[in-house]
């Protein structure tokens, strides 16, 4: 019986406890549809543990966007060596941000359940095909 590794699932934005259901709706990049799911379709873990818990990943988004932010600013400076208009970087800046945003939605999500929330803890024994009898 294999079981899912964890950096697979944290990719592909399955549920920390069992790596098997799906915690978001819709496709993997959507501006309209990126919706978390209330529980987790497989093993029925409630995704938000506490009344606003996500409010916590905003901190994480803010976190990513600094680092896509000066990922992309380095980036367009090794490119174009640029150092006279303050004007491609904010475009840049601005426009990647924006670009990036419903991954970045993603992401703080999955990164705040997978490694911020002590509470919740991987069940290998809800990692299988089959439902436990007892769901
Ligand atoms: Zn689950």
Known sequence: MSKTPKAWAMLHAKCPRCRRGD??????????????????????????????????????????????????????????HNTTSPWLYCIVLIG????LSPITFRYSRVLLLYWLSPKIHYQPYLDIDDKPANY
Request: include cysteine; charge should be negative; charged fraction near 10%.
């Open 96 to 99: 990647g941000c924006f670009l």
């Open 23 to 80: 915690m978001f709706e819709g496709q993997m990049y959507s501006i309209s549809q990126n919706k978390i799911r209330q529980d987790c379709p497989n093993c029925g873990l409630y995704f938000e543990i506490e009344p606003g818990y996500f409010y916590a990943a905003m901190y994480v988004s803010y976190a990513l966007n600094i680092a896509e932010g000066g990922a992309l600013v380095t980036g367009t400076y090794l490119l174009t």
